[in-house]
Nanobody, 118 residues
Framework: VQLVESGGGLVQAGGSLRLSCAPS????????MGWYRQGPGKERELVAV???????DYVDSVKGRFTITRDNAKNMLYLQMNSLRPEDTAMYFC?????????????WGQGTQVTVSS
């Protein structure tokens, strides 16, 4: 499956952004989806995941600020990011896989840049 992300940009600390991910195939058939990010000089990090049934999980640093959702009717995956911090600055990647545990081995998008200024 091919994935296309959008919605990144430059925002001030405390602001919000919503990232979108459009898969080439039906999202209903994709078991696991998620968002990774890689900041400057940092390792790639799993930010949020969501299963086909809608169960979600987050890395501790974004809990309470980020929300991952999947809209089967619109065939889209979203990441709502609120209360953004400079440390959230990163390239964000949409990922789709067979299972949540093996998500990183699935299909990756090209990424969308998020920059949070202080």
């Amino acid at each position: 499956v091919q994935l296309v992300e959008s919605g990144g940009g430059l925002v001030q600390a405390g602001g919000s952004l919503r990232l979108s991910c459009a898969p080439s195939g039906s999202i209903i058939s994709i078991n696991a989806m998620g968002w990774y990010r890689q900041g400057p000089g940092k390792e790639r990090e799993l930010v949020a995941v969501i299963g086909r049934g809608g169960s979600a999980d987050y890395v501790d640093s974004v809990k309470g600020r980020f929300t991952i959702t999947r809209d089967n009717a619109k065939n889209m995956l979203y990441l709502q990011m609120n209360s953004l911090r400079p440390e959230d600055t990163a390239m964000y990647f949409c990922v789709a896989g067979t299972t949540l545990a093996s998500l990183r081995l699935g299909s990756w998008g090209q990424g969308t840049q998020v920059t949070v200024s202080s």
